[in-house]
């Protein structure tokens, strides 16, 4: 039973929580004190049931989140990077016209990406791997354990490309097979394609709209120079659909494997993914 309840403000509340214990910039974050007041009047405001049925609605997920911060956060201890933190773009200074369609950084579990990598069926000796939305890094130095030709994010906030730039130069892996990372600050759909076999990585970095011009260009690349490409798409389908249109529109693109992501513990929710290749 859903329990009367400002569900911005608890979003609000729940995020808080986590952003304060992340290392986001804490001289950006709400005022903790506030945010206590805050947690003090719902908890007085509501019956011993009320709270037992918020607890399990809302307590489960929460959880999720932060058994998910500690893992996040043990990766960046193991690496020396910084790779964790939800962060929200009110956070950073982003001038773009794109904001509307793009959603707060969260980076996505160590060992889900290496899952689903393990599920493209190919040689990476000479693929370059380009995460779109590439935040802090995260991606980029889990796939920097494959041996691939090159590395290279995308991600139009500067504050998490310049994060990202300190990591490159920090990341410390005995496990590391690729040494080329790049991070590019650009619009994602102003990055221009490179011309070598491609695998493109998406863990739901904006809508639709974005989406749809990068697949442009990346059919726009093709036709100028025929090669392998792959498409992995990771998103949580409840809060982000997945854009299956956008991808199989002319049919150059054809779906060789998906389904729910296997159970990690690190996950803060249920995903879902989806691999394509050219036909």
């Given at each position: 039973?859903?329990?009367?309840?400002?569900?911005?403000?608890?979003?609000?509340?729940?995020?808080?929580?986590?952003?304060?214990m992340s290392y986001t910039n804490p001289g950006k974050l709400q005022?903790?004190?506030?945010?206590?007041?805050?947690?003090?009047?719902?908890?007085?405001e509501r019956s011993l049931v009320e709270l037992l049925k918020e607890?399990?609605?809302?307590?489960?997920?929460?959880?999720?989140?932060?058994?998910?911060?500690?893992?996040?956060?043990?990766?960046?201890?193991?690496?020396?990077?910084?790779?964790?933190?939800?962060?929200?773009?009110?956070?950073?200074?982003?001038?773009?016209?794109?904001?509307?369609?793009?959603?707060?950084?969260?980076?996505?579990?160590?060992?889900?990406?290496?899952?689903?990598?393990?599920?493209?069926?190919?040689?990476?000796?000479?693929?370059?791997?380009?995460?779109?939305?590439?935040?802090?890094?995260?991606?980029?130095?889990?796939?920097?354990?494959?041996?691939?030709?090159?590395?290279?994010?995308?991600?139009?906030?500067?504050?998490?490309?310049?994060?990202?730039?300190?990591?490159?130069?920090?990341?410390?892996?005995?496990?590391?097979?690729?040494?080329?990372?790049?991070?590019?600050?650009?619009?994602?759909?102003?990055?221009?394609?490179?011309?070598?076999?491609?695998i493109f990585f998406f863990f739901a970095p904006f809508g639709a709209?974005?989406?749809?011009?990068?697949?442009?260009?990346?059919?726009?690349?093709?036709?100028?120079?025929?090669?392998?490409?792959?498409?992995?798409?990771?998103?949580?389908?409840?809060?982000?659909?997945?854009?299956?249109?956008?991808?199989?529109?002319?049919?150059?693109?054809?779906?060789?494997?998906?389904?729910?992501?296997?159970?990690?513990?690190?996950?803060?929710?249920?995903?879902?993914?989806?691999?394509?290749?050219?036909?």
């Amino acid at each position: 039973m859903y329990i009367s309840f400002d569900l911005a403000e608890k979003h609000n509340i729940y995020n808080q929580l986590v952003i304060t214990m992340s290392y986001t910039n804490p001289g950006k974050l709400q005022n903790p004190a506030s945010l206590r007041r805050k947690i003090y009047t719902f908890v007085r405001e509501r019956s011993l049931v009320e709270l037992l049925k918020e607890i399990w609605t809302n307590g489960i997920p929460l959880s999720r989140r932060l058994i998910g911060l500690y893992f996040d956060k043990k990766f960046d201890q193991i690496y020396q990077v910084d790779t964790c933190g939800s962060i929200h773009l009110y956070e950073l200074s982003v001038t773009r016209s794109n904001t509307e369609s793009c959603s707060i950084y969260d980076p996505i579990p160590a060992r889900t990406i290496r899952n689903l990598i393990a599920n493209i069926p190919r040689d990476f000796s000479d693929y370059n791997f380009i995460d779109f939305g590439s935040g802090k890094g995260r991606a980029l130095f889990v796939a920097a354990e494959y041996n691939l030709q090159k590395i290279i994010g995308i991600e139009f906030a500067r504050e998490l490309h310049e994060t990202t730039l300190k990591n490159i130069k920090q990341y410390k892996n005995p496990n590391q097979k690729c040494f080329d990372i790049e991070s590019i600050c650009c619009d994602a759909t102003e990055y221009a394609i490179p011309d070598g076999k491609c695998i493109f990585f998406f863990f739901a970095p904006f809508g639709a709209d974005i989406f749809s011009q990068v697949m442009d260009n990346i059919r726009k690349s093709y036709e100028q120079n025929n090669r392998d490409m792959v498409i992995l798409y990771v998103t949580d389908p409840i809060t982000h659909p997945f854009p299956s249109q956008e991808i199989k529109c002319d049919g150059l693109f054809t779906k060789i494997r998906g389904g729910n992501v296997p159970f990690d513990i690190a996950q803060r929710d249920n995903l879902y993914y989806e691999i394509y290749q050219i036909n």
